[in-house]
């Protein structure tokens, strides 16, 4: 079966050459727009590693994208963003062209531009730019109309002659767009929360079996990671719809289903605290001891006396 080669972009103007453009006209920053863009498919795949950060936002791409295990149909308006080192596959699939217009817009910012900035320390605090395409950010016309409004304003203000305030006026502009797609963000998992109280009750399932697998000291305990691949969400995604559903973290979760665990351990068997730590996946039962008193004020011999 023949392989699709992996382009690497390095540069802005290597983004240019690879969807066929002009040459960008500035060399850190340019919104491309996307009804022009025409990249070259391999076997009607196209796969590349780019060294910018990228934030798109697509309107009634033509045919199906696949990223991964997942297909999209692009009819509304949708963000995605994606980081530099990102490896990114999308499979083409045809679709009648009279009724697919792609629209739509990609920004592109090499780190170089952000150097000395705030926001160069600052946008590893927005999570998105971690999250998978299938958590990708859904936008009403009116939000759209937003962040439409703000890419204008960039790619105005860098065609301009540019100037000592030019660099600073972006940044605030990138600043204010990645604002609203975070506010954005969290109305998303608000709206769509009957899919997000089910991807809650397979953590919780996910979490009990886990805690009733033996024995747990083989296995340890399970990390984010684990849980975030088993519900084919990333981390990054997982924690923060946790955050607005339940103002707790995946971590908070797994440590929740673990206390629990412990109580009735401790309540109902005679097992030493040792050896309940080992049970529940703990190399050293002094971690135990210091995360149970930290949940619950109470050290684990101090419950049980408690509770008997």
Known sequence: MAHTRIETLNTISDLHRFNRLSPPEHPLISLLDYSKIRPTPVNNELKWIQRFYTISIKRNVSGKYRYGQQSYDFDEGLMTFFSPE??????????????HKPSGWILAIHPDFLFGTSLARNIIKYPFFNYSVREALFLSEKEENIITGILQNVRAEYQANLDQFSQQIIISQLELLLNYAERFYQRQFLTRKVSNHQILERLESILEDYFNSEPLVDRGLPSVHDIAQELNLTPDYLSSMLKSLTGQTTQQHIHNKLIERAKVKLSTTKLSV???AYELGFEHPQSFSKLFKSKTRQTPLEFRAAFN
């Open 86 to 99: 990102q490896v990114i596959s999308v499979q083409l699939i045809e679709a009648d062209a009279t009724t």
């Open 274 to 276: 040792s050896e309940i």
